[in-house]
């Protein structure tokens, strides 16, 4: 498979898979447009007018991404520890006790003071 193929095959799946996101009739719709879309250019040859389908094609891609709902993450955030040379989920401690970093409380405190600088704290 050629480059060329591989861009346009990964074009198409993220078309799709951003299509899949949205709501109601506008999903399948949006899928049935890509899929015919596609397999109608299918045996153009004018490296042109590919060019031109694959430019229009991002520009779909960028608008789906703009119009479709955000998905939420399964599981949130984790940490992550060596151990044995080995990355695992968990958190860092010595003696039992977490460790936190002094610089966390650093940080919040200057975030809080330009947010208070902004009068961003005590809006009404």
């Not at 109601?24 to 031109?52: C, H, L, P, Y």
């Not at 779909?60 to 119009?67: A, D, E, H, R």
């Amino acid at each position: 498979m050629s480059e060329g193929h591989k861009t346009i095959l990964t074009l198409y799946r993220q078309l799709l898979k951003t299509a899949r996101n949205l709501k109601g009739s506008e999903k399948q719709a949006s899928m049935t447009q890509i899929r015919d879309s596609f397999r109608s250019s299918k045996d153009i040859s004018d490296q042109n007018r590919v060019r031109e389908l694959l430019e229009m094609a991002q520009s779909k891609l960028g608008y789906l991404k703009i119009v479709t709902p955000k998905t939420k993450l399964v599981g949130g955030t984790s940490s992550f520890v060596m151990r044995k040379g080995n990355l695992q989920k968990g958190r860092g401690s010595v003696g039992g006790k977490t460790q936190k970093s002094d610089g966390d409380t650093d940080i919040l405190a200057k975030h809080k003071y330009l947010m208070e600088r902004q009068h961003f704290m005590h809006r009404k």
